[in-house]
């Protein structure tokens, strides 16, 4: 993976938000020239500007609801391959700002798939979008990429619609022989050192356990595919190697998602948190909620491990200290970017120890 990203012209849309900002690092660590168009970062403070990931990259302020400036800025950078992850991505939040979360995670996915068939350069389109893109039906077995396209909530049906139209561009524009090639992308509940984010349950918790008080938990027994941030991304970056590789054969929905082992409840994860923080970190159920979230939902990675090599590589617990041994660095005054690329050197080594295993097998 290392030495095909060496010099290839990546554009990220979404590069100031947590998930934005992990990527940008990481596709800095391995040689590519980055650019990034975004909105400023979603909360404060940020691991984008924190970590100083914009001095190894071009960093655009644009809006993906702003047309034009999406389509000038993709023309002038000409990038190779486009990484769409600007969206609205809170769930609580889409129920206070339904329109504001359809109209980014719908329109702006249309506004970057528009753009993108203009620009001759780009090779390869990876449109990031949500496991709550699919019409949860609540049951115990994970969700494939064939199972319907839905959404209780306007963030789930924004997404659900990022995925209807990813498909009517790929179909209607992006399967000639010399056009870009799109895929689709899906994970689960993604966490990790550097999420400030309202309403998620680690950036929630950490700021708790920082004042003294106890986390609050909304739904104790909701039980989600909680996955550690690199593991993803490494999936995202897999997947446009393949697409780049051998076009449509790849240009389709994807799974990202961890292993059974990981479908855990928000309890046993905010457990997990406080005791590997110590100092006394504790928890209470919150009162009065009365929206909807979805009590179980998973997804099946079936498909990414048999036709891409991709797996999950950390275990939950592996996830669960990377993620506090991030924060508490992180208060202990050590530089957020060291911080960041220590984990994904690490990270790295574990890809190499996987695919090592794999070859001698």
């Not at 993803?232 to 997947?239: A, D, E, M, S, V």
């Not at 009065?288 to 036709?307: F, G, I, P, Q």
Request: glycine share 6%; aromatic share 12%.
């Amino acid at each position: 993976m290392n030495s095909f990203w060496q010099g290839k012209k990546v554009f990220i849309t979404g590069h100031t938000g947590f998930k934005g900002s992990w990527l940008s690092l990481w596709l800095q660590f391995l040689g590519a020239d980055v650019v990034g168009y975004a909105l400023q970062p979603p909360s404060t403070p940020s691991l984008f500007n924190m970590a100083h990931i914009e001095e190894g990259m071009q960093s655009i302020q644009g809006d993906v609801l702003d047309y034009s400036k999406l389509q000038t800025t993709l023309l002038k950078y000409k990038p190779d391959i486009v990484i769409h992850m600007a969206a609205q991505s809170l769930v609580q939040h889409s129920y206070k700002f339904p329109i504001e979360t359809l109209s980014v995670n719908i329109m702006g996915t249309a506004n970057v798939l528009e753009a993108a068939r203009h620009v001759d350069s780009i090779r390869v389109i990876i449109n990031v979008t949500s496991d709550k893109c699919y019409e949860n039906r609540e049951w115990v077995w994970g969700y494939r990429e064939n199972e319907p396209m839905g959404g209780y909530d306007p963030y789930s049906c924004s997404k659900g619609c990022a995925e209807l139209i990813t498909s009517s561009y790929q179909r209607s524009y992006f399967s000639g022989e010399n056009t870009a090639k799109i895929a689709s992308v899906r994970a689960g509940n993604v966490i990790g050192g550097g999420d400030w984010a309202a309403d998620r349950i680690v950036p929630d918790s950490i700021r708790a356990i920082i004042k003294n008080e106890p986390i609050l938990i909304r739904n104790l027994y909701a039980i989600r595919p909680w996955q550690h941030v690199l593991e993803p991304l490494r999936g995202y970056l897999l997947l446009a190697q393949k697409v780049w590789e051998n076009g449509s054969k790849y240009a389709e929905g994807w799974n990202f998602g961890p292993n059974d082992s990981h479908a855990w409840t928000v309890k046993e994860v905010v457990e997990g948190l406080c005791r590997l923080w110590g100092n006394n970190a504790t928890w209470k159920t919150e009162k009065d909620n009365h929206m909807h979230e979805a009590y179980y939902l998973k997804l099946d990675s079936t498909k990414a491990v048999h036709m891409l090599g991709w797996r999950p590589l950390l275990t939950m617990q592996d996830t669960l200290a990377m993620t506090v041994e991030w924060y508490k660095n992180f208060y202990d005054f050590k530089d957020p970017q060291k911080i960041t690329l220590e984990q994904i050197s690490m990270y790295q080594k574990e890809i190499y120890v996987d695919n090592h295993s794999f070859r001698s097998n």
